[in-house]
């Protein structure tokens, strides 16, 4: 998933053990859906939370 508004998505990088051997992994991105206006009307979106918090979305 991605965020609406800046993008944002999933990191990607390497589980590591303690014997220092590598496995892949993924962390996702704290994205929600909500009722947001855009263009004037209210639709739902997905936006991160940090998008959520600098209020960068009209509820």
Same mark, same amino acid.
């Given at each position: !998933? =991605? *965020?609406? %508004? *800046?993008g944002k998505r999933? !990191? @990607?990088g390497c589980k590591v @053990? +303690? @014997?220092n051997h +590598? &496995?892949? =992994? /993924?962390v996702e991105a704290n994205i929600q859906? #909500? =009722?947001a206006v855009v263009n004037g /009307? =209210? *639709?739902r979106i997905q936006v991160c939370t @940090? *998008? %959520?918090r600098s209020n960068k #979305? &009209?509820?």
């Amino acid at each position: !998933m =991605r *965020c609406a %508004i *800046c993008g944002k998505r999933f !990191m @990607s990088g390497c589980k590591v @053990s +303690h @014997s220092n051997h +590598h &496995t892949p =992994r /993924r962390v996702e991105a704290n994205i929600q859906k #909500v =009722r947001a206006v855009v263009n004037g /009307r =209210r *639709c739902r979106i997905q936006v991160c939370t @940090s *998008c %959520i918090r600098s209020n960068k #979305v &009209t509820k």
